[in-house]
Protein backbone atom coordinates (compact mmCIF):
# COMPACT_ATOMS: atom_id res chain seq x y z
CA UNK A 1 0.00 0.00 0.00
CA UNK A 2 3.22 2.40 1.00
CA UNK A 3 4.69 1.24 -2.28
CA UNK A 4 1.68 2.48 -3.76
CA UNK A 5 0.99 5.39 -2.41
CA UNK A 6 4.63 6.10 -3.29
CA UNK A 7 4.18 5.56 -6.78
CA UNK A 8 0.83 8.39 -7.02
CA UNK A 9 3.37 10.43 -4.84
CA UNK A 10 5.95 10.23 -7.71
CA UNK A 11 3.53 10.52 -10.46
CA UNK A 12 2.01 14.39 -9.34
CA UNK A 13 5.25 16.47 -9.84
CA UNK A 14 5.51 14.64 -13.44
CA UNK A 15 1.95 15.59 -14.09
CA UNK A 16 2.77 19.00 -12.57
CA UNK A 17 6.16 19.44 -15.13
CA UNK A 18 3.66 18.72 -18.11
CA UNK A 19 1.08 20.99 -17.51
CA UNK A 20 2.63 24.33 -17.97
CA UNK A 21 3.98 23.08 -21.29
CA UNK A 22 0.74 22.07 -22.18
CA UNK A 23 -1.17 25.43 -21.42
CA UNK A 24 1.46 27.02 -23.22
CA UNK A 25 0.63 24.76 -26.47
CA UNK A 26 -2.86 25.73 -25.87
CA UNK A 27 -1.94 29.38 -25.58
CA UNK A 28 -0.08 29.08 -28.63
CA UNK A 29 -2.59 27.07 -30.31
CA UNK A 30 -5.20 29.88 -29.31
CA UNK A 31 -2.74 32.76 -30.34
CA UNK A 32 -2.40 31.39 -34.08
CA UNK A 33 -6.07 30.76 -34.92
CA UNK A 34 -7.00 34.43 -33.24
CA UNK A 35 -3.76 35.52 -36.03
CA UNK A 36 -5.15 33.20 -38.86
CA UNK A 37 -8.71 34.81 -37.88
CA UNK A 38 -7.18 38.04 -38.45
CA UNK A 39 -5.48 37.96 -41.33
CA UNK A 40 -8.40 36.44 -42.89
CA UNK A 41 -10.90 39.63 -41.47
CA UNK A 42 -8.21 42.13 -42.77
CA UNK A 43 -7.77 40.11 -46.18
CA UNK A 44 -11.28 40.11 -46.15
CA UNK A 45 -11.40 43.87 -46.27
CA UNK A 46 -8.24 44.55 -48.71
CA UNK A 47 -9.92 42.13 -51.28
CA UNK A 48 -13.02 44.11 -50.46
CA UNK A 49 -11.09 47.10 -52.10
CA UNK A 50 -8.79 45.38 -54.14
CA UNK A 51 -10.50 42.98 -56.36
CA UNK A 52 -12.48 45.52 -57.84
CA UNK A 53 -9.87 47.80 -58.08
CA UNK A 54 -7.42 45.00 -60.09
CA UNK A 55 -10.29 44.34 -62.43
CA UNK A 56 -11.52 48.19 -63.08
CA UNK A 57 -7.49 49.43 -63.50
CA UNK A 58 -6.68 46.31 -65.44
CA UNK A 59 -9.85 47.28 -68.14
CA UNK A 60 -8.73 51.09 -67.95
CA UNK A 61 -5.11 50.50 -68.62
CA UNK A 62 -6.14 47.83 -71.45
CA UNK A 63 -7.94 50.28 -72.88
CA UNK A 64 -4.53 52.11 -74.07
CA UNK A 65 -2.63 48.62 -74.46
CA UNK A 66 -5.30 48.12 -77.07
CA UNK A 67 -4.35 50.76 -78.88
CA UNK A 68 -0.96 50.11 -78.59
CA UNK A 69 -1.56 46.59 -79.72
CA UNK A 70 -3.71 47.95 -82.58
CA UNK A 71 -0.89 50.55 -83.77
CA UNK A 72 2.02 48.18 -83.55
CA UNK A 73 0.07 45.96 -86.16
CA UNK A 74 -0.08 49.07 -88.38
CA UNK A 75 3.58 49.28 -89.03
CA UNK A 76 6.79 50.36 -86.41
CA UNK A 77 6.37 54.38 -86.91
CA UNK A 78 2.90 54.07 -86.02
CA UNK A 79 3.76 52.02 -82.65
CA UNK A 80 6.57 53.74 -81.99
CA UNK A 81 4.54 57.02 -82.25
CA UNK A 82 1.56 56.18 -79.71
CA UNK A 83 3.82 54.03 -77.87
CA UNK A 84 6.13 58.16 -76.94
CA UNK A 85 1.95 59.85 -77.00
CA UNK A 86 0.57 57.30 -74.55
CA UNK A 87 3.57 56.68 -72.08
CA UNK A 88 5.42 60.09 -72.42
CA UNK A 89 3.15 63.14 -73.01
CA UNK A 90 -0.43 60.93 -71.88
CA UNK A 91 1.62 59.28 -68.71
CA UNK A 92 3.37 62.72 -68.03
CA UNK A 93 0.38 64.70 -66.45
CA UNK A 94 -1.35 61.19 -65.66
CA UNK A 95 1.18 60.96 -62.97
CA UNK A 96 0.18 64.22 -61.97
CA UNK A 97 -3.44 64.15 -61.92
CA UNK A 98 -3.61 61.25 -60.67
CA UNK A 99 -1.36 61.79 -57.83
CA UNK A 100 -2.85 65.10 -57.34
CA UNK A 101 -6.52 62.97 -56.45
CA UNK A 102 -5.22 60.97 -54.62
CA UNK A 103 -5.59 63.50 -52.29
CA UNK A 104 -8.69 62.08 -51.67
CA UNK A 105 -7.77 59.13 -50.55
CA UNK A 106 -6.22 60.72 -47.34
CA UNK A 107 -9.00 62.86 -46.97
CA UNK A 108 -12.08 60.66 -48.03
CA UNK A 109 -10.92 57.77 -46.19
CA UNK A 110 -10.35 59.60 -43.07
CA UNK A 111 -13.42 61.03 -43.19
CA UNK A 112 -15.47 58.21 -43.77
CA UNK A 113 -13.51 56.53 -40.88
CA UNK A 114 -14.79 59.19 -38.50
CA UNK A 115 -18.17 58.65 -40.05
CA UNK A 116 -17.95 62.40 -41.48
CA UNK A 117 -19.73 61.33 -44.89
CA UNK A 118 -21.26 65.20 -45.73
CA UNK A 119 -17.51 66.24 -46.77
CA UNK A 120 -16.79 63.55 -49.25
CA UNK A 121 -18.52 65.19 -51.56
CA UNK A 122 -17.47 68.70 -51.24
CA UNK A 123 -13.51 67.35 -50.94
CA UNK A 124 -14.42 65.33 -54.36
CA UNK A 125 -16.21 68.83 -55.71
CA UNK A 126 -12.75 70.70 -54.59
CA UNK A 127 -10.83 68.08 -56.42
CA UNK A 128 -12.82 68.77 -59.40
CA UNK A 129 -12.16 72.15 -59.14
CA UNK A 130 -8.51 71.66 -58.53
CA UNK A 131 -7.81 69.41 -61.45
CA UNK A 132 -9.89 70.80 -64.29
CA UNK A 133 -7.71 73.90 -63.66
CA UNK A 134 -4.32 71.97 -63.77
CA UNK A 135 -5.88 70.47 -67.25
CA UNK A 136 -5.82 74.18 -68.50
CA UNK A 137 -2.05 74.62 -67.48
CA UNK A 138 -1.11 71.63 -68.92
CA UNK A 139 -3.02 72.22 -72.15
CA UNK A 140 0.00 73.19 -73.82
CA UNK A 141 1.57 70.07 -73.43
CA UNK A 142 -0.30 68.66 -76.13
CA UNK A 143 -0.83 71.71 -78.63
CA UNK A 144 3.61 71.61 -78.76
CA UNK A 145 4.51 67.93 -78.08
CA UNK A 146 5.72 67.69 -81.64
CA UNK A 147 8.76 70.49 -81.56
CA UNK A 148 8.95 69.41 -77.24
CA UNK A 149 9.33 65.96 -78.17
CA UNK A 150 12.34 66.75 -81.15
CA UNK A 151 14.08 69.22 -78.74
CA UNK A 152 14.52 65.98 -76.50
CA UNK A 153 16.26 64.46 -79.39
CA UNK A 154 13.21 62.18 -80.27
CA UNK A 155 13.50 60.77 -84.18
CA UNK A 156 11.63 63.60 -86.47
CA UNK A 157 9.05 61.06 -88.32
CA UNK A 158 8.23 60.19 -84.54
CA UNK A 159 8.50 63.58 -83.07
CA UNK A 160 5.94 64.31 -86.31
CA UNK A 161 3.36 61.69 -85.80
CA UNK A 162 3.44 61.87 -81.89
CA UNK A 163 2.35 65.24 -82.25
CA UNK A 164 -0.71 64.61 -84.06
CA UNK A 165 -1.79 61.70 -81.73
CA UNK A 166 -1.23 63.92 -78.58
CA UNK A 167 -3.57 66.74 -80.36
CA UNK A 168 -6.20 64.06 -80.68
CA UNK A 169 -5.97 62.95 -77.39
CA UNK A 170 -7.04 66.41 -75.48
CA UNK A 171 -10.56 65.07 -74.72
CA UNK A 172 -8.86 61.82 -73.27
CA UNK A 173 -6.51 64.46 -71.20
CA UNK A 174 -9.31 66.68 -69.32
CA UNK A 175 -11.70 63.26 -68.47
CA UNK A 176 -8.74 62.08 -65.88
CA UNK A 177 -9.65 65.58 -64.23
CA UNK A 178 -13.48 64.19 -63.38
CA UNK A 179 -12.70 60.75 -63.58
CA UNK A 180 -9.72 60.12 -60.86
CA UNK A 181 -11.60 62.34 -58.16
CA UNK A 182 -14.63 59.60 -58.69
CA UNK A 183 -13.00 56.86 -58.39
CA UNK A 184 -11.22 57.54 -54.91
CA UNK A 185 -14.65 59.00 -54.02
CA UNK A 186 -16.67 55.94 -54.55
CA UNK A 187 -13.33 53.77 -53.57
CA UNK A 188 -13.18 55.41 -49.96
CA UNK A 189 -17.04 54.34 -49.24
CA UNK A 190 -16.09 50.77 -50.83
CA UNK A 191 -18.30 51.03 -53.54
CA UNK A 192 -15.74 49.78 -55.93
CA UNK A 193 -17.98 46.86 -57.82
CA UNK A 194 -19.68 49.75 -59.08
CA UNK A 195 -16.72 51.11 -60.54
CA UNK A 196 -15.73 47.45 -61.54
CA UNK A 197 -18.93 47.44 -63.92
CA UNK A 198 -18.28 50.52 -65.40
CA UNK A 199 -15.03 49.15 -66.27
CA UNK A 200 -16.00 46.51 -68.10
CA UNK A 201 -18.33 48.19 -69.97
CA UNK A 202 -16.10 50.54 -71.50
CA UNK A 203 -13.52 47.82 -72.45
CA UNK A 204 -16.21 46.18 -74.42
CA UNK A 205 -17.19 49.39 -75.83
CA UNK A 206 -13.30 50.32 -76.36
CA UNK A 207 -12.40 46.56 -77.90
CA UNK A 208 -15.50 47.11 -80.53
CA UNK A 209 -15.15 50.27 -81.88
CA UNK A 210 -11.50 50.02 -81.98
CA UNK A 211 -12.03 47.41 -84.00
CA UNK A 212 -14.35 49.09 -86.56
CA UNK A 213 -12.54 51.90 -87.11
CA UNK A 214 -8.91 50.57 -87.33
CA UNK A 215 -9.98 47.22 -89.70
CA UNK A 216 -13.73 48.27 -91.05
CA UNK A 217 -13.08 52.26 -91.21
CA UNK A 218 -9.08 52.06 -91.65
CA UNK A 219 -9.11 55.34 -90.11
CA UNK A 220 -5.14 54.35 -88.75
CA UNK A 221 -3.64 55.63 -85.57
CA UNK A 222 -5.80 58.38 -85.57
CA UNK A 223 -8.61 56.17 -85.46
CA UNK A 224 -7.45 54.18 -82.58
CA UNK A 225 -7.18 57.49 -80.64
CA UNK A 226 -10.48 58.62 -81.12
CA UNK A 227 -11.83 55.12 -79.19
CA UNK A 228 -9.43 56.56 -76.34
CA UNK A 229 -11.47 59.28 -76.26
CA UNK A 230 -14.70 57.79 -76.80
CA UNK A 231 -13.93 54.86 -73.98
CA UNK A 232 -13.14 57.14 -70.76
CA UNK A 233 -15.86 59.21 -71.63
CA UNK A 234 -17.85 56.70 -70.97
CA UNK A 235 -16.22 55.85 -67.61
CA UNK A 236 -16.33 59.33 -66.12
CA UNK A 237 -20.41 59.54 -67.38
CA UNK A 238 -20.87 56.09 -65.71
CA UNK A 239 -19.56 56.62 -62.59
CA UNK A 240 -20.96 60.38 -62.11
CA UNK A 241 -24.48 59.22 -63.22
CA UNK A 242 -24.40 56.35 -60.49
CA UNK A 243 -22.75 59.22 -58.06
CA UNK A 244 -25.80 61.96 -58.52
CA UNK A 245 -28.51 59.13 -59.16
CA UNK A 246 -29.16 58.02 -55.76
CA UNK A 247 -25.83 55.68 -55.35
CA UNK A 248 -24.44 57.72 -52.77
CA UNK A 249 -26.96 59.15 -50.72
CA UNK A 250 -25.55 59.74 -47.62
CA UNK A 251 -21.82 61.47 -48.97
CA UNK A 252 -23.05 63.13 -52.22
CA UNK A 253 -26.25 65.97 -51.18
CA UNK A 254 -25.45 67.72 -54.69
CA UNK A 255 -23.52 70.67 -55.21
CA UNK A 256 -22.64 72.91 -52.85
CA UNK A 257 -20.73 76.58 -52.85
CA UNK A 258 -18.44 75.06 -49.86
CA UNK A 259 -16.60 73.43 -52.72
CA UNK A 260 -15.33 76.77 -53.53
CA UNK A 261 -14.12 77.44 -50.19
CA UNK A 262 -10.73 76.21 -48.58
CA UNK A 263 -9.56 75.32 -52.10
CA UNK A 264 -5.65 76.82 -51.33
CA UNK A 265 -5.55 74.32 -48.46
CA UNK A 266 -6.62 71.77 -50.99
CA UNK A 267 -4.46 72.91 -53.94
CA UNK A 268 -1.17 72.51 -51.59
CA UNK A 269 -2.07 68.72 -50.47
CA UNK A 270 -3.41 68.09 -54.10
CA UNK A 271 0.12 69.49 -54.95
CA UNK A 272 2.18 67.43 -52.75
CA UNK A 273 0.13 64.47 -53.33
CA UNK A 274 0.64 64.83 -57.09
CA UNK A 275 4.87 65.44 -56.90
CA UNK A 276 4.82 62.29 -54.96
CA UNK A 277 2.83 60.18 -57.45
CA UNK A 278 4.22 61.79 -60.43
CA UNK A 279 8.09 61.86 -59.62
CA UNK A 280 7.32 57.91 -59.29
CA UNK A 281 5.26 58.14 -62.82
CA UNK A 282 7.41 60.41 -64.42
CA UNK A 283 10.53 57.84 -63.64
CA UNK A 284 10.02 55.50 -66.40
CA UNK A 285 9.21 57.61 -68.88
CA UNK A 286 12.43 59.39 -68.83
CA UNK A 287 13.63 56.28 -69.39
CA UNK A 288 11.66 55.72 -72.66
CA UNK A 289 12.90 59.50 -73.54
CA UNK A 290 16.58 58.32 -73.02
CA UNK A 291 16.22 55.53 -75.14
CA UNK A 292 15.24 57.31 -77.99
CA UNK A 293 18.59 58.87 -78.30
CA UNK A 294 20.39 56.02 -78.84
CA UNK A 295 21.32 54.35 -81.73
CA UNK A 296 18.74 52.80 -83.81
CA UNK A 297 16.10 54.40 -81.39
CA UNK A 298 12.81 53.30 -83.18
CA UNK A 299 13.72 49.58 -82.02
CA UNK A 300 15.02 50.18 -78.86
CA UNK A 301 11.96 52.87 -78.48
CA UNK A 302 9.55 49.89 -79.75
CA UNK A 303 11.01 46.78 -77.27
CA UNK A 304 11.52 49.52 -73.95
CA UNK A 305 7.92 50.65 -74.56
CA UNK A 306 6.15 47.14 -75.17
CA UNK A 307 8.18 45.88 -71.84
CA UNK A 308 6.73 49.42 -70.25
CA UNK A 309 2.87 47.95 -71.56
CA UNK A 310 3.81 44.62 -69.66
CA UNK A 311 5.21 46.45 -66.82
CA UNK A 312 2.06 48.99 -66.70
CA UNK A 313 -0.41 45.97 -67.18
CA UNK A 314 1.03 44.37 -64.16
CA UNK A 315 1.61 47.48 -62.17
CA UNK A 316 -2.73 47.56 -61.95
CA UNK A 317 -2.45 44.86 -59.36
CA UNK A 318 0.22 46.77 -57.07
CA UNK A 319 -1.76 50.25 -58.42
CA UNK A 320 -4.94 48.33 -56.68
CA UNK A 321 -2.95 47.80 -53.42
CA UNK A 322 -1.99 51.11 -53.31
CA UNK A 323 -5.76 52.22 -53.47
CA UNK A 324 -6.76 49.41 -51.02
CA UNK A 325 -4.24 49.53 -48.48
CA UNK A 326 -4.57 53.98 -48.86
CA UNK A 327 -8.35 53.19 -47.60
CA UNK A 328 -7.77 50.78 -45.78
CA UNK A 329 -5.47 52.89 -43.34
CA UNK A 330 -7.07 55.97 -43.44
CA UNK A 331 -10.21 54.51 -42.22
CA UNK A 332 -8.31 52.81 -39.54
CA UNK A 333 -7.06 56.14 -38.73
CA UNK A 334 -9.83 57.97 -38.84
CA UNK A 335 -11.75 55.60 -36.50
CA UNK A 336 -8.59 56.36 -34.37
CA UNK A 337 -7.07 52.99 -34.87
CA UNK A 338 -3.55 52.91 -35.02
CA UNK A 339 -2.74 49.07 -34.25
CA UNK A 340 -5.22 48.09 -37.20
CA UNK A 341 -3.79 50.63 -39.36
CA UNK A 342 -0.03 48.64 -39.02
CA UNK A 343 -1.69 45.33 -39.50
CA UNK A 344 -3.84 46.08 -42.34
CA UNK A 345 -0.03 47.47 -43.96
CA UNK A 346 1.44 44.33 -42.98
CA UNK A 347 -1.43 41.90 -44.67
CA UNK A 348 -1.04 44.42 -48.09
CA UNK A 349 2.41 43.93 -48.62
CA UNK A 350 2.69 39.92 -47.77
CA UNK A 351 -0.14 39.63 -49.89
CA UNK A 352 1.03 41.99 -52.84
CA UNK A 353 4.66 40.34 -52.57
CA UNK A 354 3.51 36.77 -53.37
CA UNK A 355 1.19 37.74 -56.43
CA UNK A 356 4.52 39.47 -57.22
CA UNK A 357 6.89 36.60 -57.16
CA UNK A 358 4.23 35.02 -59.29
CA UNK A 359 4.27 37.35 -62.20
CA UNK A 360 8.03 37.17 -62.08
CA UNK A 361 8.14 33.75 -62.40
CA UNK A 362 5.72 34.49 -65.33
CA UNK A 363 7.69 36.86 -67.36
CA UNK A 364 11.40 34.34 -66.99
CA UNK A 365 9.24 31.34 -68.33
CA UNK A 366 7.95 33.27 -71.36
CA UNK A 367 10.55 36.14 -72.05
CA UNK A 368 10.68 35.03 -75.60
CA UNK A 369 7.01 34.76 -76.32
CA UNK A 370 4.86 38.05 -74.77
CA UNK A 371 6.45 40.75 -77.36
CA UNK A 372 3.72 39.09 -79.70
CA UNK A 373 0.73 40.51 -77.91
CA UNK A 374 2.25 44.14 -79.85
CA UNK A 375 4.35 43.23 -83.04
CA UNK A 376 5.72 40.51 -84.89
CA UNK A 377 9.17 42.49 -86.39
CA UNK A 378 12.02 40.22 -85.10
CA UNK A 379 14.34 42.73 -84.32
CA UNK A 380 12.07 43.85 -82.06
CA UNK A 381 11.05 40.60 -80.06
CA UNK A 382 14.80 40.28 -80.31
CA UNK A 383 15.10 43.53 -77.71
CA UNK A 384 11.89 42.28 -76.14
CA UNK A 385 13.49 39.02 -75.07
CA UNK A 386 16.70 40.93 -73.78
CA UNK A 387 15.33 42.95 -71.53
CA UNK A 388 12.72 40.62 -70.16
CA UNK A 389 15.14 39.93 -67.20
CA UNK A 390 15.08 43.46 -65.67
CA UNK A 391 11.19 43.41 -66.73
CA UNK A 392 11.24 41.20 -64.25
CA UNK A 393 12.72 42.44 -61.25
CA UNK A 394 10.85 45.91 -62.02
CA UNK A 395 7.89 43.84 -61.10
CA UNK A 396 9.01 42.19 -58.65
CA UNK A 397 10.49 45.63 -56.53
CA UNK A 398 6.96 46.85 -58.04
CA UNK A 399 5.14 44.52 -55.69
CA UNK A 400 6.19 46.41 -52.63
CA UNK A 401 6.99 50.52 -53.47
CA UNK A 402 3.37 51.22 -54.32
CA UNK A 403 1.91 49.81 -51.26
CA UNK A 404 4.38 51.82 -49.36
CA UNK A 405 3.30 54.46 -51.27
CA UNK A 406 -0.51 53.88 -50.14
CA UNK A 407 0.30 53.46 -46.88
CA UNK A 408 2.07 57.01 -47.23
CA UNK A 409 -0.95 58.01 -48.89
CA UNK A 410 -3.81 56.27 -46.13
CA UNK A 411 -1.42 58.23 -43.25
CA UNK A 412 -0.98 61.78 -45.20
CA UNK A 413 2.51 61.83 -45.39
CA UNK A 414 2.84 62.74 -48.82
CA UNK A 415 5.06 65.84 -49.08
CA UNK A 416 7.73 63.69 -47.32
CA UNK A 417 7.79 60.77 -49.24
CA UNK A 418 7.63 63.51 -52.51
CA UNK A 419 11.34 64.63 -50.92
CA UNK A 420 12.44 60.97 -51.01
CA UNK A 421 11.42 60.16 -54.75
CA UNK A 422 12.89 63.34 -55.75
CA UNK A 423 16.22 61.84 -54.27
CA UNK A 424 16.09 58.24 -54.99
CA UNK A 425 14.85 58.58 -58.69
CA UNK A 426 16.21 62.40 -59.96
CA UNK A 427 19.42 62.03 -57.91
CA UNK A 428 20.35 58.68 -57.49
CA UNK A 429 18.48 56.44 -60.12
CA UNK A 430 18.76 58.99 -63.12
CA UNK A 431 22.56 59.67 -63.10
CA UNK A 432 23.13 55.96 -62.26
CA UNK A 433 21.24 55.24 -65.68
CA UNK A 434 22.69 57.69 -68.06
CA UNK A 435 26.44 56.45 -66.53
CA UNK A 436 25.15 53.23 -66.96
CA UNK A 437 23.80 53.54 -70.66
CA UNK A 438 26.50 55.85 -72.04
CA UNK A 439 29.38 56.08 -70.36
CA UNK A 440 29.79 52.08 -69.80
CA UNK A 441 28.04 51.58 -73.26
CA UNK A 442 25.29 49.12 -71.77
CA UNK A 443 22.71 50.62 -73.97
CA UNK A 444 18.96 50.70 -73.00
CA UNK A 445 19.91 47.55 -70.55
CA UNK A 446 22.28 50.00 -68.47
CA UNK A 447 19.88 52.69 -68.38
CA UNK A 448 17.43 50.81 -67.07
CA UNK A 449 19.27 48.78 -64.51
CA UNK A 450 20.89 51.65 -63.66
CA UNK A 451 17.30 53.21 -63.10
CA UNK A 452 15.76 50.25 -61.42
CA UNK A 453 18.63 49.48 -58.68
CA UNK A 454 19.76 53.09 -58.37
CA UNK A 455 16.58 54.30 -58.10
CA UNK A 456 13.54 52.17 -57.41
CA UNK A 457 15.06 49.73 -54.51
CA UNK A 458 16.55 52.60 -52.84
CA UNK A 459 13.26 54.26 -52.40
CA UNK A 460 11.50 50.95 -51.49
CA UNK A 461 14.43 50.24 -48.82
CA UNK A 462 13.68 53.97 -47.17
CA UNK A 463 9.71 53.81 -47.27
CA UNK A 464 10.28 50.19 -45.71
CA UNK A 465 12.22 51.94 -42.99
CA UNK A 466 10.02 54.70 -42.00
CA UNK A 467 7.08 52.46 -41.87
CA UNK A 468 8.98 50.05 -39.68
CA UNK A 469 9.59 52.75 -37.39
CA UNK A 470 6.46 54.39 -37.32
CA UNK A 471 4.55 55.26 -34.09
CA UNK A 472 0.34 54.75 -35.72
CA UNK A 473 -1.02 55.16 -32.24
CA UNK A 474 0.49 58.93 -33.08
CA UNK A 475 -0.53 58.77 -36.83
CA UNK A 476 -4.25 58.18 -35.69
CA UNK A 477 -3.87 61.23 -33.18
CA UNK A 478 -2.55 63.28 -35.98
CA UNK A 479 -5.80 62.00 -38.34
CA UNK A 480 -8.01 63.15 -35.63
CA UNK A 481 -6.31 66.62 -35.38
CA UNK A 482 -6.64 67.12 -39.49
CA UNK A 483 -10.13 65.92 -39.17
CA UNK A 484 -10.77 69.00 -37.18
CA UNK A 485 -8.84 71.25 -39.35
CA UNK A 486 -10.58 70.21 -42.33
CA UNK A 487 -14.01 70.50 -40.59
CA UNK A 488 -13.40 74.10 -39.32
CA UNK A 489 -12.24 75.48 -43.15
CA UNK A 490 -15.78 74.51 -43.87
Not at 336 to 359: D, E, L, Q, R, Y
Not at 431 to 439: A, H, Q, Y
Not at 455 to 475: N, S
Request: glycine share 8%; net charge neutral.
Amino acid sequence: MSSHGALKEAKVPLIEDLGPVEGLKVEQDDQNQSLRRRVWIESSKLWQIVGPAIFSRLASYSMLVITQAFAGHLGDLELAAISIANNVIVGFDFGLLLGMASALETLCGQAFGAKKYYMLGVYMQRSWIVLFLCCILLLPLYLFASPVLKLLGQPQDVAELSGIVSMWMIPLHFSFAFQFPLQRFLQSQLKNMVIAWVSLVALLVHIFISWVFVYRLQLGVVGTVVTLNFSWWILVLGLFAYTVCGGCPLTWTGFTIEAFSGLWEFIKLSAASGVMLCLENWYYRILILMTGNLQNAEIAVDALSICMSINGWELMIPLAFFAGIGVRVANELGAGNGKGAKFATIVSVVTSVIIGIFFWLLIMIFHDKFALIFSTSQPVLEAVSKLSLLLAFTILLNSVQPILSGVAVGSGWQSYVAYINLGCYYLIGVPLGFLMGWVFHLGVMGIWAGMIFGGTAVQTAILAFITMRCDWDKEAEKASLHLRKWSAIN
